[in-house]
């Protein structure tokens, strides 16, 4: 594991473990607990592939998954992802 996997491994389980707290003290509204359980599968999911020595490859292709987006979204499993990454940063917009 190098560096930044290393930083974001710590961060992934930094980030599941405040999940999981929030989750069993039952905060959040019904609409927000769904997108935590989903977050946090995502963040299982991510440390697997840490773990096994698969983590930065698409899941489809194989194909590498840039570093400079795995640093800003490590739960990124596609390059189709990549593609639409900008549903990652914002709310959408309803007309």
Known sequence: ???????????????RKEIVERLEEGQ???LIK??????LRDIEIALEKIQNGE???CEFSG???????L?????IK?????KNID???CKPIYS
């Open 1 to 15: 594991m190098d560096a930044n996997q290393e930083k974001l491994y710590l961060e992934l389980r930094k980030t």
């Open 28 to 30: 959040g509204s019904d």
């Open 34 to 39: 769904p997108m935590l359980k989903e977050e």
């Open 55 to 57: 983590f930065g490859r």
């Open 63 to 69: 194909e590498l998954i840039p570093e400079n987006l």
């Open 71 to 75: 640093m800003m979204v490590p739960t």
């Open 78 to 82: 596609t390059m189709k992802d990549c």
């Open 87 to 89: 549903r990652f940063f």
